[in-house]
């Protein structure tokens, strides 16, 4: 069976740097995988190649048997990749659904009805569909950045340590929220994440990345402490 997601060969480079090392990834449909490493590793670097916002040197991007390498980002959203950025980028002067309407412009969607489905994976954004999306605490922002992504239905949603500088019981409903999203929606997710216990709660399998290369990846029952304290610890 092919893999939803197939990265091959993938390399980038900052003008002289090289940042990415011929990274190989398959990710299965309907799964949560995650990427793991300490800060600095190229995590975020890979993420933006991936949705279409960096120009990798080499390296193909195939998603459901289509090669996208040479798509630009807004090519690779209209046939379903939905990116959620680290640090969440939402517009703090626009309401809560001020956000979500822009995602639907952007998405060329048919309705410009935002879907009833994001509200209700997400209540207390309805709760405060007027309130400046500034005005929220930070884990309602990180809330709405992921619902801002919902509002265009990927097939392939794409987070960027959605767990960063949140509290501990809005982390679990991220989780548990993903995990809605995989089984009764049939999504795929790929993240970003450094917290071990939430990779080990939720995703399937796990890449680990260092200095630009993935250097171990299996089943999240292979995360063993000897590999964190190794190659995540601070």
Known sequence: MSAFLKVSG?????????????????????????????????????????????????????????DLSSAPAYERASRGIGYVPQGRQIFPLLTVEENLSVALEAAHAESQAIPDEVYDTFPVLHQMRSRRGGDLSGGQQQQLAIARALVTQPKLLVLDEPTEGIQPNVITQIGEVITRLTEEKGMTILLVEQYADFV??????????????????GNTSELDDNLVRKHLSV
């Not at 190229?42 to 916002?53: A, C, D, Q, S, Y």
């Not at 080990?200 to 990846?217: C, D, E, L, P, Q």
């Open 10 to 66: 993938l390399e980038f480079s900052y003008g002289e740097v090289k940042v990415l090392y011929g990274l190989d990834l398959e990710v299965s449909a309907n799964s949560i995988s995650c990427v793991m490493g300490r800060n600095g590793v190229g995590k975020t670097t890979f993420l933006r190649n991936l949705v279409g916002l960096e120009k990798p040197s080499s390296g193909t991007v195939i998603m459901e048997g289509n």
């Open 200 to 217: 080990r709660k939720f995703a399937h399998t796990f890449h680990v990345m260092n200095r630009g290369s993935f250097i171990a990846h």
